[in-house]
Nanobody, 122 residues
Framework: QLQLVESGGGLVQPGGSLRLSCTAS????????IAWFRQAPGKEREGVSC????????NYADSVKGRFTISRDNAKNTVYLQMNNLKPEDTAVYYC???????????????WGQGTQVTVSS
């Protein structure tokens, strides 16, 4: 079965850090650009970050620039989202998605994960 699986979410205090992982099952991520999205209750889904298939191109939402870092390890078939200095407004379900174009087109995605909850609260 072809799927993406996110992990690493949890409860963290403001100012804390988490590292999310997005791992592919049944296919290799080498050719795919990977994007992270999040959706908070009552809000629309928001694009957070994206990385090209080579890792040479990345982008970030303004709300997370300087705090989040996206990276990938193709040998482990995994993309990471390192989240530092977390704020309560970062609370959301985080999803990863794969785009076979290989670059961050923002147009459409071929695979989605089921999401992992991140809660930032004291």
């Amino acid at each position: 079965q072809l799927q993406l699986v996110e992990s690493g979410g949890g409860l963290v205090q403001p100012g804390g850090s988490l590292r999310l992982s997005c791992t592919a099952s049944g296919f290799t991520l080498d050719y795919y650009a990977i994007a992270w999205f999040r959706q908070a209750p009552g809000k629309e889904r928001e694009g957070v970050s994206c990385i090209s298939n080579s890792g040479g191109s990345t982008n970030y939402a303004d709300s997370v620039k300087g705090r989040f870092t996206i990276s990938r390890d193709n040998a482990k078939n995994t993309v990471y989202l390192q989240m530092n200095n977390l704020k309560p407004e970062d609370t959301a379900v985080y999803y990863c998605a794969a785009d076979r174009r290989g670059y961050c087109s923002g147009l459409s995605y071929d695979y989605w994960g089921q999401g992992t909850q991140v809660t930032v609260s004291s």
